[in-house]
């Protein structure tokens, strides 16, 4: 989720100790004209399952405008992987997919196909087909019907479950049995924050579209509130990519443009301006009423890997960026607390090598583990009382936030790269595994 500098994915509980992708159905049932179709897939352990929107059905925007959802395209009846491809492509040729997005979502249906494989869950291909079909029934109702992200979007929960959707699509490829979380305590620390009416600011780096399902995956056990109910800050390409819209329906988000593609097209930079000081406003409202947390990557985009090693590692943070959410949230009446977050998930999504301009990249993926840690709350006055100067004090703050993030990700690295596991744990940072 391309997340810029300000002013710049619950299902249900694992199963047993070596969690499984989804519940398996007990049979596949035969719909009325013969074809084999997949069942509803429902989380392991039980969860709301996404429900298709009837005819017309109106969702209301937070701005009090209503928005006509048009409802789904017919039910994909496909007995094989041959049949959901041509049907890809007959959607082509009747004009209801444009060529370019059918040819992103087959290279996206293959590498998604060989990634859920490696799981060696026994459902697993059904699974991943189901999940596609799914996906591919989303892009074409918002091809017939595009939706418009407002400057601050909450999730869609109903008639249509898409965070549920977004959950169970980045769930198996995941691999839970290699995957940590740091610091687990703290996330508690944050919930009792936001019940007594705090604003919590999680300022994280950022490395894959499927980040949010990431978040939300590894602590739908431990701390569900928190799972469904992140704010992100999200840049516009990920509202406007017809294979990753459909994900950020499911998600809470503040949507602005991204710094770094400020300047794509000259013709649009006023208008580009405009919108992110809406979205600021939204973000100022959103605070002033308490109880909200917030996440956003101050580099302002997603890390990508050394040229020269080609290894990962997080990108700078702007310190312009981490002091303008500072003041939002020390100026809006409500006590408010920073957190330095960490992410390492960069094997199931990379983003491209360089940063491309044009939508529609190309998606790699894979099955992996991947981490998550936060470390104890950053206080401003702390870290730069002996600061010389208001810009000299900005630095400090950014470095001092950045560091932990750091050395946060080292400890992840240690312990999904290096084999290592909990093992990897310091006194600073505790590994385990919640959902177990």
């Known amino acids: 989720m391309q997340a810029p500098p300000l002013a710049a994915l619950a299902g249900g509980a694992w199963a047993s100790h070596r969690p499984a992708i989804l519940a398996a159905p007990a049979s596949l049932r035969r719909p009325r004209r013969g074809a084999l179709r997949l069942p509803a897939w429902r989380p392991a352990g039980g ?6 929107p009837a005819k017309g059905a109106v969702l209301a925007s937070d701005t009090g405008a209503d928005e006509e959802v048009a409802g789904p395209s017919p039910l994909l009846d496909v007995r094989s992987e041959q049949e959901f491809v041509l049907r890809v492509r007959k959607e082509v040729e009747r004009g209801k997919l444009r060529p370019d997005v059918a040819d992103n979502f087959e290279n996206l249906y293959y590498n998604y196909k060989n990634a859920v494989l490696q799981n060696g869950d026994p459902n697993a291909y059904q699974i991943m087909l189901s999940n596609m079909m799914d996906l591919f029934d989303r892009v074409l109702l918002d ?3 595009p939706f418009t992200f407002q400057p601050y979007h909450k999730a869609i929960r109903e008639p249509f479950d898409y965070y549920t959707f977004g959950q169970n699509y980045i769930r198996p490829l995941v691999d839970f049995r290699n995957s940590y979380v740091g610091n687990i ?12 009416g705090h604003n919590v600011v999680l300022m994280s780096n ?8 990431v978040i939300a995956l ?3 056990r431990s701390n569900p509130w928190i799972s469904e109910n992140i704010v992100y800050v999200a840049g516009d390409r990920v509202l406007t990519d017809p294979l990753c819209k459909p994900f950020s329906m499911g998600r809470n988000l503040l949507c602005v443009y991204s710094k770094k593609h400020m300047n794509d097209f000259p013709e649009l930079i006023e208008m580009k301006r405009r919108a992110n000081t809406r979205s600021l406003k939204e973000m100022a409202l959103l605070l002033r009423g308490g109880s909200h947390i917030i996440w956003i990557a101050p580099s302002g985009g997603r890390d990508r890997p050394d040229p020269l090693t080609g290894e990962w590692h997080p990108a700078p943070f702007d310190a312009s960026a981490v002091d303008n959410m500072r003041r939002l949230l020390e100026h809006s009446g409500v006590p408010g607390h920073i957190y330095p977050l960490s992410l390492l998930c960069y094997e199931i999504m990379p983003p491209p090598q360089q940063i491309e301009k044009e939508i529609g990249e190309q998606r790699v993926i894979s099955f992996h583990g991947v981490g998550l840690s936060v470390a104890e709350e950053i206080k401003y006055g702390d870290v730069t009382a002996q600061s010389r100067n208001a810009d000299e004090a ?7 936030l950045y560091n932990s993030v750091v050395d ?6 240690s312990a999904i790269f290096r084999d290592r596991g909990a093992v990897s744990s310091n006194p600073a940072i505790s ?6």
Do not use: C
């Open 206 to 213: 950022h490395q894959t579209e499927a980040d949010p399902a």
């Open 431 to 436: 590994l385990s595994q919640p959902w177990r």
């Open 143 to 145: 091809e017939e019907n």
């Open 408 to 413: 946060q990700y080292n400890v992840l690295k």
């Open 47 to 52: 969860g709301r399952a996404p429900r298709l």
């Open 218 to 220: 590894s602590l739908e």
């Open 185 to 196: 305590s703290v996330f508690s620390d944050m919930e009792n924050q936001l019940r007594q």
């Open 394 to 400: 900005r630095g400090i703050f950014s470095e001092a």
